[in-house]
């Protein structure tokens, strides 16, 4: 996640790309799979995401990639949350918690990366050409 400030009205997909940490075709394939999230388009049909577009999608982010939910189960939590007006987080708590998120991911590809690497080392020990140092 970028340290983009929010502070305008309209944000571009790349914009809200990079500050959600999430690729331009997800963006574009969350909007037809949740009814809520429809950015408005200008003249030349580029979205433009307000504010509470870019708080739904680190929501839908939170719930798919951190709760585990599947689409359905994310669309029906989102509407669940709805009705109880469950939605009233805040932007800046949901990017926080989005940070902890990418960090713990980012953590873990690194912890992945380093058993791969010792893997590697295993069979050159096995064959003595590692024994020596």
């Given at each position: 996640?970028?340290?983009?400030?929010?502070k305008?009205?309209?944000?571009?997909?790349?914009e809200?790309?990079?500050?959600?940490?999430?690729?331009?075709?997800?963006?574009?394939?969350?909007?037809?799979?949740?009814?809520?999230?429809?950015?408005?388009?200008?003249?030349a049909g580029?979205?433009?995401?307000t504010l509470e577009?870019?708080?739904?999608?680190?929501?839908?982010?939170?719930?798919?990639?951190?709760?585990?939910?599947?689409?359905?189960?994310?669309?029906?939590?989102?509407k669940?949350?709805?009705?109880?007006?469950?939605?009233?987080?805040?932007?800046?708590d949901?990017r926080?918690?989005?940070?902890?998120?990418?960090?713990?991911?980012?953590?873990?590809?690194?912890?992945?990366?380093?058993?791969?690497?010792?893997?590697a080392?295993?069979?050159e020990?096995?064959?003595?050409r590692?024994?020596?140092r």
């Amino acid at each position: 996640m970028k340290g983009i400030p929010i502070k305008k009205l309209y944000y571009s997909i790349g914009e809200v790309s990079q500050l959600t940490s999430l690729e331009p075709y997800v963006l574009r394939y969350w909007e037809t799979e949740f009814p809520d999230l429809r950015p408005k388009k200008n003249s030349a049909g580029n979205r433009l995401y307000t504010l509470e577009d870019i708080r739904l999608v680190f929501l839908i982010k939170r719930l798919l990639y951190v709760d585990k939910y599947t689409i359905e189960g994310a669309r029906q939590r989102l509407k669940r949350m709805r009705s109880s007006r469950q939605l009233e987080l805040s932007l800046e708590d949901l990017r926080r918690d989005d940070l902890l998120f990418e960090v713990k991911r980012t953590l873990e590809e690194i912890l992945r990366t380093l058993d791969d690497g010792e893997g590697a080392l295993r069979p050159e020990e096995e064959s003595g050409r590692g024994a020596a140092r």
